[in-house]
């Protein structure tokens, strides 16, 4: 995240070279920190409507092949071990508890929609 922002920041700053050329010192300024105010304000809102738009497409799978009340138990449960046991967790394990959390409901949706998938092949009823 920090390495997307250094990004940004970059390009900004590239583009706010293009006020270099306004011999007025204050103006050249201004000019500058508007230009990148801009580039960041663009940058930015493309960035959120991308997590947005990709958030809203996970969420539409997830309704359709994992909203019942296990997926609501599994991610209560998850979410209470990782809480309770997060000390030792990050002893073993050197990641930061959110993407573990994260990665743990990926896998049960994974293997969810694989045994919805499967069933609904057969014909049978879930």
Sequence with gaps: MGSLFREFVIGADSFGQLSSGIPNRILSGLMYWLIVAIVMGILFIITGLLIVGIGYQVGKIYRKYCWDILSIIVAITSTAIVIYFGEWIKNAIPI????????????????????YYHISMKGDSI
Excluded: C, R
């Excluded at 994260?102 to 293997?111: D, E, M, N, Q, R």
């Design 96 to 115: 930061n508890l959110m993407v573990f959390l994260l990665l743990s409901h990926v896998i049960y949706i994974y293997f969810h929609a694989n045994i």
